[in-house]
């Protein structure tokens, strides 16, 4: 695993924007570095960026979206804006009020292989996302249709 001041994975500007575009993440632990901690069970975190600087996804409750810069291995957000909902887990509402500051305060990232870490506060805390590749769009997907000479069959249960 990469730490703040290993330089590990450093790429041109365009590289790193190019890396970035249309991926999708899923957060697995966050907080201070050598002490980060999981999500907390059953609650999901998503981070999408967008091929027009434009990022979003899920806090555990809200969802939320902004916009992200790129130079280098910096990585800013801004203009973070989400839904108000309130969580009816007050473990959870911390933990998406905790992770939205984090954003707001990232300073570099390096992506290794299909982890994503976000360096905040002056690298004292990170973020460690995972690839959600479910929600990446893939050209090859196909969805399936219905043809008239297909059956559907179904079976009932009676009781």
Do not use: H, K
């Not at 555990?60 to 839904?83: A, H, K, P, R, W």
């Not at 309130?86 to 959870?92: G, L, R």
């Amino acid at each position: 695993m990469p730490t703040p001041d290993s330089g590990e994975a450093t790429a041109t500007p365009s590289e790193s924007v190019a890396t970035l575009e249309n991926t999708s993440w899923q957060l697995a632990s966050f907080g201070a570095f050598g002490m980060e901690i999981p999500v907390i069970a059953d609650s999901l975190i998503t981070l999408e960026f967008s091929a027009d600087g434009e990022v979003g996804g899920s806090g555990g409750c809200n969802s939320y979206s902004g916009v992200y810069q790129v130079q280098n291995d910096t990585l800013l957000f801004s203009e973070i804006v989400s839904t108000l909902i309130a969580c009816v887990d007050e473990d959870v509402m911390q933990q998406e009020i905790d992770y939205l500051a984090a954003l707001q305060v990232a300073d570099r990232f390096v992506i290794a292989g299909d982890t994503l870490t976000i360096w905040y506060d002056s690298s004292s805390g990170m973020l460690t996302f995972i690839q959600n590749v479910s929600s990446i769009p893939d050209s090859n997907d196909v969805t399936p249709s219905i043809t008239p000479t297909d059956t559907l069959t179904t079976t009932a249960s009676t009781q």
